[in-house]
């Protein structure tokens, strides 16, 4: 059993940054893919960013070059670092962890476990 907590999120105002944490329990984190993904309110869940057991990095294509996810396995944690944060990224972001490969994850298959959540709020 994994269990995902969430922290990080909070009021930002647009052009700002914010730092998400997703800490891990369990043995099996440093072999997970770990993916984050987001709820706007009235929206489906989407992907935002996966990270394998290695280290490969996929973002989708409204994130790149703003957001920057991390892992550091010696502390079960992954990180999502949001810089330049825009209204519509307003969102409950979810870390979520898949014992499958970083292409699953970005198709938003296969993740076995998710955490709550935590609300990220940017205002223009």
């Known amino acids: 059993q994994v269990q995902l907590v969430e922290s990080g999120g909070g009021l930002v105002q647009a052009g700002g940054s914010l730092r998400l944490s997703c800490a891990a329990s369990?043995?099996?984190?440093?072999?997970?893919?770990m993916g984050w993904f987001r709820q706007a309110p009235g929206k489906e869940r989407e992907f935002v960013v996966g990270?394998?057991?290695?280290?490969?990095?996929y973002y989708a294509d409204s994130v790149k070059g703003r957001f920057t996810v991390s892992r550091d396995n010696a502390k079960n944690t992954v990180y999502l670092q949001m810089n330049s944060l825009k209204p519509e990224d307003t969102a409950v972001y979810y870390c979520?962890?898949?014992?499958?490969?970083?292409?699953?994850?970005?198709?938003?298959?296969?993740?076995?476990?998710w955490g709550k959540g935590t609300l990220v709020t940017v205002s223009s």
């Open positions: 979520a962890a898949a014992a499958g490969r970083l292409i699953d994850v970005v198709r938003g298959h296969g993740m076995d476990y």
């Open positions: 369990g043995r099996t984190f440093s072999s997970a893919t």
């Open positions: 990270i394998s057991s290695g280290g490969s990095t």
